[in-house]
Nanobody, 130 residues
Framework: QLRPVESGGGLVQSGESLTLTCSASGSSLGGFAIGWFRQAPGREREGVACISKSGGTSKYATSVKGRFTISRDNAKNTINLRMATLRSEDTAVYYC???????????????????????WGQGTQVTVSS
């Protein structure tokens, strides 16, 4: 069973940058589309970005487009979310998740909606102080 693990969260000042990493011990993420999600206090979880298994396709939520960059290194079994120009409203628990569907793998696509994702990490806290 795939068990993604997030790392890299922390406390930063508004305007600063932070990079989150998604990995999986004992299993390969290379054959799957990966998504990043976040949940702020009192709010529903929302999709932030996703990347196809090859890295050739990526998508972003409007709220982070131009500030966040998703990338992957399949040789290192990691997917990074580079977050720049952070704002207080980016404060949330960030999760990575695996889309294990044959569709995503065979077509090398990714989607933002969370219903497409099968395996979830425990999350990492990102706090942006203003």
């Amino acid at each position: 069973q795939l068990r993604p693990v997030e790392s890299g969260g922390g406390l930063v000042q508004s305007g600063e940058s932070l990079t989150l990493t998604c990995s999986a011990s004992g299993s390969s993420l290379g054959g799957f589309a990966i998504g990043w999600f976040r949940q702020a206090p009192g709010r529903e979880r929302e999709g932030v970005a996703c990347i196809s298994k090859s890295g050739g396709t990526s998508k972003y939520a409007t709220s982070v487009k131009g500030r966040f960059t998703i990338s992957r290194d399949n040789a290192k079994n990691t997917i990074n979310l580079r977050m720049a120009t952070l704002r207080s409203e980016d404060t949330a628990v960030y999760y990575c998740a695996v889309d294990a569907s044959n569709t995503a793998a065979s077509q090398d696509i990714c989607v933002i909606p969370e219903f497409a994702y099968d395996y979830w990490g425990q999350g990492t806290q990102v706090t942006v102080s203003s």
